[in-house]
């Protein structure tokens, strides 16, 4: 009877035993699944900041590229209002001027914008110093920098930046000359 008695007793904690064991191996797969989760959310979590560090990077980039645009203006707008003073007050006569925004300039500088950005630019002629069939020519020193397209009657023309740097444009109105300094920034 002893040996009955031992072999339920065996019989009963092997049971157990059995029981224990289910039970710990399904607690131990719902942890897995959840520790799983928790992975592909820090995965998740991970990238999400990776791309907003990437976004912060390029609205910075867009910052520093606007204030830098936002200088250049400021710049050409004083030297603007300063050439306009200087027409005004008589200092300067020229009898050919090239002109941006209807103000004679000798140097100017715009920001390549996405790889494109068209400025037309005007010709001030002092008609009275010239024969009106005589030939106007409109080029660029370097159309590696920037493209002049030249309008029908000659008086304007379109400046079309290629790559960053400097080059004159230039225009010949009979055997005269003008040049303006162009700055690709």
Known sequence: MKKRIIRILVCIITILA??????CSDETEALQARINELENENTTLRSNV??????L??????????QNEMQTLLDELAAAAEEEQRVAAGLESRPLAITFYG???TDRSWPLRDGALEDVVGLNVDWNEFDEDVDIEW??????IFTVDQSEDGLSAKVTPVAAGSA????TVGDKETRCWIRIT
Do not use: G, K
């Open 50 to 55: 990776s791309s907003l560090t990437n976004d």
């Open 139 to 144: 080029y660029s020193t370097n159309e590696n």
């Open 168 to 171: 004159e444009l230039v225009v």
């Open 103 to 105: 103000r004679p300039s």
């Open 57 to 66: 990077s390029r609205s910075q980039a867009d910052l520093a590229r606007s």
């Open 18 to 23: 059995a029981i224990t064991l289910t039970a």
